[in-house]
């Protein structure tokens, strides 16, 4: 036990003896420590110390060295500026001659680098030294420089500048060519130059004077095109595809009482249209790009050279879109060259003179209509109604035209719009008054009873204001109570049906006063006949005609056909008097014989019927039934009326003792009455 607390505590003595060694250690290191720690402290506060006295003496070299910089700077700028001085005043000099020089051809950006280098020369001394000889030469130099550019804007546009061909024009106007119409006035690289001219003269000169010269320029140029499009139509220099002419069939030309109507040809109006298409699309983006035109606008253009019986109105009327379709290509050019600001005024003025030709132009057609409808020559009014369609077609294209230009030339046409609608309207109620007025002189009458010109010239300005009823009826409404109120149909229609119809009562009137010139009552069957079947057939093949007539009268075509047939019962009076003598009243024998007064009344018979046929065939072979189908039919109802009651005759009495010699009585056999009959109306028989 005592062994072991021995040994107990010298393990625990051992134990404590190793705790102290470690101890004594950790002291030694620790003194150690602090010794290090003290001697870096003395190193890092030396070293302090030559950091603030090695910035102390830097510092002042820096501050030395940004000061040498920023002079150094100075002086360079200084430099730069003084060297610009010197140019300035070497400018003039020597750029004085190649500006006098002019551009040179496709050198127009070296020349405008010059003019840019003497502007700023210029504007340098206008500020700094503004009585400065050198302000002087460079302002002289510099407007040396804008005419010498003013005059080659004005020869550039000169040189390549030239007339619309008529073919492109007629293209234009019929909408004839299968692709797509370019109207390219300028090259693109001249419009190119012409662009950056302007557009300095604006910007940098500050000079609208070229203005002047463009307008004047493209306003020759197209009044030129105008002139050149209008003599090749009115001379027949380009070729326009013509319709027949609505004519009356049938019916003998001739002039009566000093008036005619003229047949002119005529056709439905054509439906063509023009317009421009945005520019980028048209050239795929190109500033300068030709302008593309395609159809669009609904823009009719009648065929035929002087179209009705005003000579130049067909040269008008194609005119009037291709003038709006040069408008359109030269507002195209212009926004490509001339800059934005001076569009609006430069437009305006380039219009101004060929405006001016185009109005009075259509004003001296206007006047023309009236001259000639004053010989009562009434195809004038188609003349001055196709031209009033095609003014009110394009109205409102021109009117977006030229919206917003002073002076509202839109109105112009406007004007010259209203001029035709009060002319054309007047037209067709003096034309109305005419057809109800006209002479009934038995100097004017046919012979032969045919048909009346005034009733197939009548109709046939129907039928031919067929292809203009739209405008026809837009000029009749404002004047027409009832068709504005119409609820069943258009009211433009309807007034136009109430025209017409007026037309055909004041002629049906008129031709009725007409008949009462003949003495000969069977000569006013004839003419009555010949005009109102006339009406009648001409209705039935012009449904359109008859459609419109039917708008007020929906029984119109029967009134006329109850008409034909009255004068057809009316005509077949004129046998009265020789079926009298046909007349059959008691039957005799061959081996009877007759007292004296039988006798004298076959005689009587047979010599009536035989004086009668003579005397109506020796008249009514002179008059004429110029419709074959009515000339035939009438023929045959005489043959069914006389030859039935003559065979009659012949059976009868042909065998019958009468008298001794037949043959000065029986003078024809009932096939020579038929042949006689089949034999009327024809003056060679």
Known sequence: MEQSVVSRRREYEEKLERDRQNLQNIKDAMAKSNALSQNMASILNAFEDRLHRLENSVKPVQLRTLTLTRLQDN????????????????????VDQPIRDGPGVGDIET?????????????FFAANNPGSMELANSTETFKIGVEKLVKEFRTILHQNGKTVPVKLMVDMATGSGDDEIVVEHLPGRVQDTLTKIATWLVDIAHNSEFLAVYFQSRATLLSRSMT????AVRHGGVNVPTKKPIAAKDTPQRRQGGHIFRR?????????????????????????????????????????KDWGSVEG????????????????????????????QHHRTCFQQLLATPLDFFVAEGENLNNAVKRVLSKNDYQAVLSGLGILQHLQQLTPQYQELLKGLKGDPASRINMLTSLFENTCYKSLIEFCDYVKNDSDKISNMPKDGTVH?????TVSFLQQCMDLQEVIGKLLLPHDPSAQAATTTRPTRMALGSYFNKVLRVLTQNL???????????????FRLNNFHFIHKSLTKSTDVLLILEE???????????????ERMKYQKVWSKALNYLMVSDQFHKEQTLSKNEREAIKEKFKGFNTELDDIFRTQRTYALPDESLRESIRRENIELIVPFYRTLLERYGGVPFTKNPSKYIRHQVTDVERILRSFFDASA
């Open 111 to 123: 020349y405008l680098g010059l003019m840019d280098r003497v502007n700023r020369a210029k504007d």
């Open 512 to 526: 009725q006063a007409k008949a009462n010139c003949y003495e000969n009552t069977s000569l006013q069957t004839i």
């Open 453 to 457: 010109e005034i009733t197939s010239s």
């Open 552 to 566: 007020e009268t929906p029984d119109i075509e029967d009134n006329y056909n109850d008409m034909v047939g009255r």
């Open 313 to 340: 109105t067909y040269a008008f009327v194609t005119s009037c879109s291709v003038f709006y379709q040069l408008l359109m290509s030269e507002r195209a050019l212009m926004h490509s060259i001339i800059p934005s």
């Open 75 to 94: 002086v360079a700028v200084t430099l730069r500026k003084l060297g610009s001085i010197v140019e300035f005043h070497h400018v003039a000099d020597e």
């Open 228 to 231: 050149a499009l209008r003599e």
């Open 264 to 304: 002119e040809p005529t056709q439905r109006p054509r439906r063509m249209s023009l317009r421009e298409k945005p520019l980028a699309q048209a050239s795929g983006g190109g500033r300068n790009a030709p302008t593309v035109l395609d159809e669009s606008y609904v823009v009719p253009l009648i065929s035929g």
